[in-house]
């Protein structure tokens, strides 16, 4: 089993930013990706930053030059960069980690951006 705990998340006006992170532990060996996810009211759950075991990235068109993915394995922790927030960035920001043929989800935690 592995255990994800999200934590960043809050309000912030259009143009700022925020640093979400994502805390695994447990089985946290042998974990060949993690990845942010969010989902706004009323959409589905849309990939966001994915971050490879050998530490490739790739991002959402919709976040590309204004969120950053990265990973620090001596902390077991995840972090996504966010900067140039918009309104349309509002949702819950879930972390997601893959193990071998296994997903794991955090809790999530919320993000609002104000105009």
């Known amino acids: 089993q592995v255990q994800l705990v999200e934590s960043g998340g809050g309000l912030v006006q259009a143009g700022g930013s925020l640093r979400l992170s994502c805390v695994a532990s447990g089985s946290i060996s042998s974990i060949n990706a993690m990845a942010w996810y969010r989902q706004a009211p009323g959409k589905q759950r849309e990939l966001v930053a994915r971050i490879t075991a050998v530490g490739n990235t790739d991002y959402a068109d919709s976040v590309k030059g204004r969120f950053t993915i990265s990973g620090d394995n001596a902390k077991n922790t995840m972090s996504l960069q966010m900067n140039s927030l918009e309104p349309e960035d509002t949702a819950v920001y879930y972390c997601?980690?893959?193990?071998?043929?296994?997903?794991?989800w955090g809790q999530g935690t919320q993000v609002t951006v104000s105009s």
């Open positions: 997601r980690a893959l193990r071998g043929g296994t997903i794991y």
